[in-house]
């Protein structure tokens, strides 16, 4: 069980220096639609068949043009009302959850991360999938069962596109370049996609409530403090964690420094070792000495791997260990779907504002 679950924390982390990736100019908060500039839609109210429908003179009846520099083709005719729709992604997957739209086609590789991450969440998960077909893990997902389930739209990140043409064939396929789309275009798309670009909206739009009463509950305390991010990939040395993930996108709305490590942007941590996360070796743990330090784990073997950081001197040394202001946290960290960022901002209530945020801004995705 512990081999499995490190095998599904690396496969997440893979497939999520993702959509949270900021590679392209951060949108802003959505308002009135403005996240939507990246879309080929002329929509101008809130009307939900209206804004989901723009183009669709250039597609023949029953299908709307969806059109995005960071999709396969650059732009695609898709069902104005999809009904099955086949979901490849794991924050697809749980954006269809909180949608509560029931795909018919899932990964199990998803439901058991999505389940993993959020305990509360597996039971409803199960059965929004209930009927749908299971393709497989993220080894490789099965083109047969995909087509036996008859889908008129797929959504599918790019991590396989040798498979677009083939998916193609079986349905209009929505596959997206998952490194050059931040989490707000990523589900922006996906709502414009299968008709439902309101209702992701106003996802958008509890998640910037919740955001600006953080700002001002932090207001209200004075002084914001720096916060440092830390994750174990099954290896025993933590990677600094930066603007590839959607966490970054929270602290910046939420105006809350994320602190700098040896001074390099994210572009040269990328050119320097590959990716976009910082290797924090023992000589180097004083440069992540935040006011505030979060660790993210959530398997046995990362536990054991922070233990064993507990108790290295050097740890002790550290400022923010000494003001006991280091707060360990699962994984969803990494993500970038509804459940998780709202749960980031509970975490972020209690780390660095110092309040329940039940008593402030109760998560509206949590059932009481």
Known sequence: MKNRLTTLIAALVAALLLVACVAVPVAEPASDGAAADTLATTEDS???????????????????????????GTSICVPVSPERIAVL??????????????????????????????????????????????????????????????????????????????????????????????????????????GRSVEVEELFTSVDARLEQLTATIADEGSTPSISVLGFYGDPVPYALFDSFAFADILRQAEIPLHPVGGMSSDEIMAEYGSPVLPVSLEMLDLIDAERLLVVVDTAEGEGFFGDLQQEAVWGNLSVVQSEQVHARGSYWYSANPYDLHKIIDDLFQIVAGVDPADISPNPLVNE
Do not use: K
Not at 50 to 70: K, P, V, W
Not at 103 to 110: L, M, N
Not at 170 to 177: G, H, L, Q, R, S
């Open 89 to 194: 992604d794991f924050n697809q997957t749980s954006l269809f959850l909180a949608l509560d739209i029931a795909p018919v086609v899932y990964s199990s590789t998803w439901q058991e991360m999505i389940s993993t991450q959020n305990p509360e969440l597996s039971g409803q998960l199960e059965e929004l999938l209930t009927d749908a077909r299971d393709a497989g893990s993220t080894a490789g997902f099965s083109l047969e069962t995909v087509a036996a389930a008859q889908p008129d739209l797929i959504l599918a990140p790019n991590y396989y596109p040798d498979t677009y043409d083939a998916l193609a064939e079986i349905a209009p396929t929505v596959m997206y370049d998952v490194e050059n789309m931040n989490w707000r275009e990523h589900m922006l798309l996906t709502g414009h996609s299968i």
């Open 46 to 72: 809130t009307s939900e068949t209206e804004a989901d429908s723009a183009m669709t003179d250039t597609c023949e009846a029953g299908f709307n043009l969806i059109e995005h520099e960071h999709i396969m």
